[in-house]
């Protein structure tokens, strides 16, 4: 069976890189549906991403641990303060992870999300630290997203554009970094990644980049 | 100026809504805030649209020295400026000026001018420890030397942040030039800057700018003789002194030092003043030098002599005034000695041969007998040649420190934090 998205508005056809439930933004027309597990699609009042620099597209693929991966979706997510993008990175042996930049650093989340207790962070400020799992962070930065927007696929459960506090942390003492999503006061999800060079990712697109290497 | 077209960077013209002016955007969408640089609202356009005025800055009323979409090169890496501000510490007329740096594969970078001295930093990913006055960084550590607020005064071009005319940082910098650590932190961030000295000469060359402002004093980081590398050159000196031990130890141990000579003579008053003949002896090995030692039985007295070396064969003199006084006493308690009942002279360079030496001997009519033996020793070690090289050696390196200690004075001048103060 081939997986595949028949676009309702403008029939284009495009091949399913993710299985659903998923958002999917139609490469012709630029409408976004959600894709429930029976493939059926919805039309969404969404609108689709902003281009962001074009080191990194749809499309352009890379190495990560050896791996290749390719670029299948696009999560752009503007905070009070900032703004981030999230790319949706699918590898060879089929896994998933996330190629997040934020001020043009980047960064890679593979491991599923902890559970994480928003009491945790209570009352907590930038400067302080907090524990997650084994390892201590400090919080470095603290906003409330205000908009969110997708292009190519993502899966479903991953589109929140409610707004909610997002608290940046750094490992102390080592590599390595946290998102603590702050949903509501029952709901909070923490991931943790790492940080990695845009040049090492070996990414197809940044041939056409040679002047600014 | 070099506002030539960029690879890769597509600039739009965008129109501001307040003042109907036209102004370039070069970050599009990858910034979160435009300034109009006539009025100063400030847009958000990180959905590429300008559509949400969202503050309102002072803008420039000079040229800037680096102007928007001036693209350059730092430490080997192309950028565009993108962004300008000067700040001010707040409550304070000190004021400097920051640019944004932009490249699309290196990512954002800001250099920071300041009385004419020009630093370029990059934020850290990785975060440094700090404890009272220290920071330390991938094993390195930084002194504090200034702690302040620091407030937006004009802005232009974009950020890729939400740009405030009202907030202000609370700043910590810590140096150890030619790098510095700067810690900024508002109420919701916090980010740490690894910056470095660049020399104006450079900002020059590698943004082809006619005229850089220029400096004033000491930079924060500014490091001494730039060409020239302290520690290496610290490092330089140690191993210099080394050598010069090795050097001495070798010459010290090389030196054959053999007595070839040995006399006994009695100065009564009948041969005093007069010359005396030695019996003859031979130099060996080459051209090399000659200790000639006088010693006396001088006693709360001096013995002068007059010793010429001859060589039999050539005729050749080689002479040495040899003095010896000795005193001591009992005073106040204590007793003292001045002096010495022996003295020699080296003579260098003296060829192989057979010798003989005329002594002429002085010593004062209070002395009965005067006893005095003379020695020649072949090829000795002679320390104080060994000192007027290391003296040398060591010259431009104290003038070199101390220099460097009147520059780590004036950097620590306008700090708050100097480990110069005790020394005032």
């Not at chain 2, 209070?366 to 104080?384: C, E, L």
């Amino acid at each position: 069976m081939v997986n595949k998205f028949i676009c309702p508005q403008c029939s284009s056809q495009t091949a399913l890189s993710i299985a659903p439930p998923l958002m999917i933004c139609c490469s012709s027309c630029g409408k976004i549906f959600r894709v429930d597990a029976q493939k059926n699609a919805t039309e969404t009042a969404l609108q689709k991403s902003v281009q962001p620099v074009k080191t990194i597209t749809l499309g352009a693929t890379g190495v990560y641990n050896k791996e290749k991966f390719e670029i299948v979706g696009l999560l752009r997510r503007v905070s009070n303060n900032a703004i981030s993008n999230e790319w949706l990175m699918k590898f060879t042996s089929g896994r998933e992870a996330w190629l997040a930049e934020s001020g043009f650093h980047y960064f890679v989340f593979e491991s599923s999300p902890l559970s994480f207790s928003p009491a945790l962070i209570k009352g907590k400020k930038v400067g302080d630290p907090i524990t997650l799992g084994p390892d201590e962070y400090t919080i470095v930065d603290l906003a409330r997203q205000v908009d969110l927007r997708i292009d190519g696929q993502i899966p479903e459960d991953s589109y929140n554009d409610q707004p909610f506090y997002i608290y940046e942390t750094v490992r102390i003492k080592q590599d390595g970094f946290a998102s603590i999503c702050i949903y509501d006061k029952d709901n909070a999800e923490a991931f943790k990644g790492v940080a990695v060079r845009l040049a090492d990712l070996e990414m197809s697109t940044l041939s056409a980049f040679s002047n600014w290497m | 100026m070099n506002l030539k077209p960029v690879p890769n960077i597509e600039p739009t013209t965008r129109t501001c809504f307040k003042c109907k002016s036209s102004f370039t955007s070069y970050l599009n969408s990858n910034a979160y805030s435009i300034v109009c640089p006539k009025c100063g609202t400030v847009y958000s356009i990180y959905n590429n649209v300008i559509d949400k005025s969202t503050d309102l800055v002072k803008t420039p009323r000079e040229g800037v020295d680096l102007p928007m979409g001036t693209s350059g090169t730092i430490k080997g890496i192309r950028y565009l400026v993108t962004g300008y501000m000067r700040k001010n510490e707040n409550g304070t007329n000190y004021h400097w000026d920051e640019y944004t740096l932009f490249n699309p594969v290196h990512g954002v970078a800001y250099l920071s001018q300041y009385d004419g001295h020009w630093m370029f930093l990059k934020e850290l990913t990785g975060l440094p420890s700090t404890e009272e006055k220290v920071a330390r960084f991938e094993g390195i550590q930084y002194d504090l030397y200034s702690r302040y607020r620091s407030k937006l005064k004009t802005a232009s071009g974009e950020f890729i942040y939400q740009l405030s005319s009202t907030e202000t940082a609370y700043v910590e910098e810590y140096i150890n030039p030619p790098e510095m650590l700067s810690k900024e932190r508002t109420a919701d961030n916090i980010t740490w800057y690894k910056g470095e000295y660049i020399q104006p000469e450079d900002i020059k060359s590698g943004f082809e700018v006619l005229t850089v402002p220029a400096r004033k004093g000491v930079g924060m980081i500014q490091p001494f003789m730039a060409k020239f590398n302290s520690d290496v050159f610290r490092q330089l000196v140690i191993l210099l002194i080394v050598f010069w031990g090795l050097s001495q130890l070798y010459f010290l141990q090389s030196a054959s030092e053999e007595i070839v000579f040995q006399q006994d003579f009695n100065i009564s008053d009948s041969t005093n003043k007069k010359e005396i003949f030695s019996k003859s002896f031979d130099l060996k090995h080459g051209l090399s030098n000659a200790e000639v030692k006088l010693n006396t039985n001088v006693s709360n007295n001096w013995m002068y002599c007059a010793v010429t070396l001859v060589n039999e064969k050539t005729g050749d003199l080689y002479n040495v005034d040899l003095e010896a006084e000795y005193y001591f006493g009992y005073e106040g308690g204590e007793s003292w000695t001045e002096g010495s009942n022996w003295v020699s002279k080296v003579v260098s360079s003296v060829p192989e041969g057979r010798y003989y030496l005329i002594i002429y001997s002085e010593k004062p009519t209070s002395m009965k007998n005067a006893y005095i033996t003379v020695s020649v020793t072949r090829d000795v070690y002679i320390f104080s040649n060994g000192l007027i090289v290391l003296i040398l050696l060591l010259a431009y390196p104290v003038f070199y420190f101390y220099r460097k200690n009147a520059f780590e004075k004036k950097r620590w001048y306008n700090s708050n934090y100097s480990p110069y103060d005790d020394e005032d």
